[in-house]
């Protein structure tokens, strides 16, 4: 069984998918940590955001995996295990920058399908549904308004010791989904055929009820025990 999960920064795209594969014996695969990995090799090169050619130019001679270690994934930049590095709001913004160049989703193609041929992964990102898993047996789209998603990666960011304010947050979250949603190449939509889920106000265990409860509809499965 594959799953999909899509939706905007902040969702809790994340949180949902790790618990799906602890609980369903399935890989996860945390696909915006591919593009904001190409983001850091941009930023530490000092590319400008706007320099598409640059990051274009920066894709050459690098190597980006996955590897999966104690369960968790990591994520390597030319043999090096860059996963501290890749979740401050900088490289957020740099993420975004370099997933609308088409160069990059290429580039990052083939990494992607070969996890999906191996099977049995749930796989989160914003082009899981429409681009890089269209036969998935399950896609969830997965949003919540902005001002919720902001009160979430403020707490996530303070927790980890970056400085920033909620304000900083909700205008970098607008800017984001703008950005991914009115690209042109794999925009940030929602399949045609997922299943929308609005977990404003959810707590993670609530968001994971209603995703069983899609899965087993979907599937005609009954994983009511591992509620
Ligand atoms: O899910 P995330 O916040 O870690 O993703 C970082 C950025 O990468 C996000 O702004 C959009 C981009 N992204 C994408 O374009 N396609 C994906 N499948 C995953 C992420």
Do not use: W
Not at 103 to 128: H, K, N, P
């Amino acid at each position: 069984m594959n799953i999909a999960i899509d939706g905007p920064g902040g969702s809790g795209k994340s949180v949902l998918a790790k618990n799906i594969a602890r609980k369903l014996g399935l890989i996860y695969v945390d696909t915006g940590a591919l593009y904001r990995t190409v983001g850091l090799n941009a930023c530490r090169r000092e590319i400008a955001m706007e320099d598409k050619a640059g990051i274009v130019a920066s894709l050459e001679g690098i190597t980006v995996e996955l590897r999966y270690e104690n369960g968790e994934q990591h994520v390597y930049l030319c043999g090096e295990d860059v996963s501290g590095f890749i979740r401050t709001p900088e490289i957020s913004m740099y993420a975004s920058a370099v997933s609308s160049v088409p160069e990059v989703r290429a580039f990052l193609d083939s990494t992607q399908r070969s996890l999906v041929r191996r099977g049995g992964v749930v796989m989160d990102g914003r082009d899981i549904g429409t681009v890089i898993m269209p036969d998935a047996d399950v896609k969830i789209f997965l949003f919540a308004s902005p001002e919720h998603r902001a009160e979430r990666r403020t707490e996530e960011l303070l927790a980890r010791g970056e400085k920033v304010t909620y304000e900083e947050v909700l205008s970098d979250i607008n800017k984001r989904d703008r950005a991914d949603r009115e690209r042109e190449t794999a925009p940030a939509v929602p399949a045609d055929d997922a299943v929308m889920l609005d977990n404003s106000g959810f707590m993670p265990e609530d968001t994971f009820a209603a995703a069983i409860h899609i899965i087993n509809e979907k599937t005609g499965s009954d994983y009511d025990d591992v509620l």
